[in-house]
């Protein structure tokens, strides 16, 4: 690993600036950190008053000084600064952290209606995806060995279809599994 995790967070935060504000990524922070961390478990206290603005400034400051590295980033606030990147940097972010663990970043399959076509269309998606980034990695039908970063887009999105593909299976595991309970218990 070359990177800290705390420097993978920082990569992808301060790639996302590009598609949104510090002000309202930490308003994002701020409200997934009070929804996911138990009040005695936290460590930061965001500004909460009856003035938006000021609270925006001032929980942009607390952010900031995050990814400035002015502060040490707690365990507890890491996982609302992941989950309030927009994507795609946020599904980056979630797939360079499992890969550090030798993991698959794949989403839990949901259980909202219509939801195994979403899921059968967002592998499609990334079907194509990953074979716009292939395309680039070839060239005359060889490989480009000059450009590494051509190259890990590539493995960058064919790991998003592995993980598409494993979260459409668990679905169908989880779907059949009532039915074999059944069929074993006759």
């Known amino acids: 690993m070359r990177e800290t995790r705390q420097q993978t967070i920082v990569c992808h935060v301060t790639l996302a600036m590009a598609a949104t504000t510090m002000r309202c990524y930490a308003t994002d922070v701020a409200r997934i950190y009070a929804e996911r961390t138990p009040v005695a478990m ?3 206290e965001f500004h909460q008053t009856r003035d938006p603005y000021a609270d925006q400034r001032a929980n942009a400051q607390i952010v900031q000084r ?9 365990v507890e606030i890491e996982e609302a600064l992941v989950l309030a990147l927009p994507e795609p ?3 980056e972010c979630k797939r360079e952290l499992a ?3 030798g993991d698959l970043a794949a989403p839990i399959p ?15 998606a990334e079907c194509g ?27 960058n999105k064919l790991t ?4 598409q593909a494993t979260g459409l299976r668990e679905r169908l595991i989880q779907a059949l599994a ?3 309970l059944r069929s074993a218990g006759r």
């Open 66 to 74: 995050y990814i400035d590295g002015r502060s040490r980033m707690p």
């Open 129 to 155: 995806q990953a074979l716009v980034e292939l395309s680039q990695s070839y060239r005359d039908g060889v490989i480009v060995h000059g450009e590494s970063g051509v190259a890990r887009d590539a493995i």
């Open 110 to 124: 949901s259980a909202a209606p219509g939801a195994p076509m979403a899921d059968a269309g967002m592998l499609m």
């Open 160 to 163: 998003d279809v592995i993980a």
């Open 99 to 101: 890969a550090r663990y």
């Open 42 to 44: 936290r460590d930061v």
């Open 178 to 180: 009532p039915i074999q």
């Open 89 to 91: 940097f946020r599904g």
